[in-house]
Structure formats: C-alpha cells, structure tokens
DNA sequence: CTGAGCACCTGAGGGC
DNA sequence: TGCCCTCAGGTGCTCA
C-alpha cells in the first residue's frame, strides 16, 4: 500500500492530532509481533511522554516525543486511524491513548510492519534510517545525483529507483508510473541510462509523487488516511495494474510483466527503451 | 559488493 | 456456496 505520498498523508493527519502536543498515556500493544518482535520495554517507557511532532523519512513515520522517538512502518497494510471506543477493528494491534482522550489504532492484517523506537538525537543512526537515499522531494535528489548513483548499477532501472538506497519512498505503484511519465522502459538497465533521460526521470518521480500527494495518496484496497478516508490517485494511474488497456498517449495496449519479483506495467511504445 | 529469489502474513478475487 | 490457487502497496534474509 503505503509509498511515500501516502505515508506523508498518514504523516499529516497525525500531525494535526499531535498539534496540542498531547501526553502519550499509555501504549496499549494488543500484540508483540509485527514484522519483528517489539522491543516492549523501550516502547514503555515512553508512556506518559510528550508528543513533540511527527515527521517522515522514507517510509517511515517518526513520532519525537520529550523522551524518545517511536518508528512506524506501515508495510504493505498498515493504518493509522482515530479509533473511537468502540471501534475496534480485527488486526488492530496497537492503540496509543492519548490525553485528549482520543485512542490512536495501529491496524495492519499481513503484520509487514514495524513499531518500535528511535534515537530522537541522532536518527540517522538508527538502524533502519541509516543507509537511506536521498528524500525525492528534497533539492539533493537531482538528475545528476541519480545518475551518478546508476552508474554501477546492473539491475534494471526499476529496480534501481525502488532501491531506498538510491531514491527513498518510490514503491511498486510509482516506478511504474514514473518511468511511463519519463518513457523509459522499466528493463533497461540503470546503468544504460543517459544522464540527460536520468534528468528527466527524477522530474517525473518528483511530479508523480506531488500529483499523487495531492490527490491524497492512492487506496488500492488497505489504504486510508487517519480519518479513515481513501486516496483517489488510483483513478489516475496511467500503466499500474491496466495490463491490457489502451495506453492513455498512444493508444497501445498495455503491457504487465514481472521484473525482480514485482509486477510492472509499461506501454511498449511510449518506453520502448 | 551485487542481484535474484524467496520468506514473512492475511485477505481478496478468479476459476471451477 | 465453497475450495483452491494466485496475487497484493515492502523489506530483508540467504545464496551464488
């Protein structure tokens, strides 16, 4: 589900909720085990805390506290949502309860997610969030900077900008979609891409995160932002999962193949290299 | 180091 | 209706 524009519209419903600066009274963990064990303990001792903000890196939501940081990851399923007292939701795993009386639920059926804490002071050291690529968004993610880290790359282009190592928050949904907008085909490998179509693809990536943004993210299935509101980017996606429609430039049929185990889309004559 | 393959988990949807 | 199969927005492991 989640990429980055829609880990930046859970990232901004919460921060809304988080604007009064809230105590973090108690973390109610209705199980230990997402992706990976929670480190109990440490996520205690953050009870009782004061929210500070909420920020995002990659995929990842950053809650800073007066005490410690706490790190989600939405895997593939997950959800931030108010949940009211009697809205309680099979998979719900976790529940923040806070001192504006309002319950925050973590809900995430496959349990590809992650919660657990961060270093507030030093992040990059965390483990999760060093090694990270360049935030898309930012002004250090340029064509050049894109290009000089393909060079060496063997793997296709997709794969490449998929890489969070390369470029963060680009998921399965948008490099199929940026590549379309840059008419590059997702096979070609990344380091046979000229420097000047690497200027074009990181203006694409950039447009197609922003238009996805501000469509408030895409909601395939799982996806809803904090108030329980779907994304309509999905009705504007021009190659994801339209295998066999007729592409919106060109007319041609679109084409779906599996590339590094995921599934991409592409227009064989929009991006025949 | 890289890249390919696969595991992790539940649910939805298609075919029969 | 129901069973079986495939596939799904991500990440991180092992292996070559």
Known sequence: MPELPEVEIVRRG???IFASRPQLVRIELLRRDLRDPMPVKKLKALEGAQILAVH???KYLLIETDRGGLLSHL??????????LGQE????HIYLHLSTGERLAYRDPRRFGIFETYDVLQPTRSPRLENLGPEPLDREFSGASLWNSLRNRKSSIKAAIMDQKI????????ASEALFLARIKPSLAADKLSRLRAEGLVENIVAVLQSALAAGGSSISDFRNSQGDSGYFQN???VYDRQTQACVVCNSKIK???LAGRSTFWCPRCQRV
């Open 14 to 16: 919460l921060a809304e």
């Open 56 to 58: 995002r890196r990659a």
């Open 75 to 84: 895997g593939m399923t997950g959800t931030w949502r108010v949940a009211p």
């Open 89 to 92: 939701l099979l998979h719900d």
């Open 167 to 174: 470029v963060v928050g680009v998921g399965n949904i948008y």
């Open 236 to 238: 504007q996606f021009k």
């Open 256 to 258: 779906a193949q599996t």
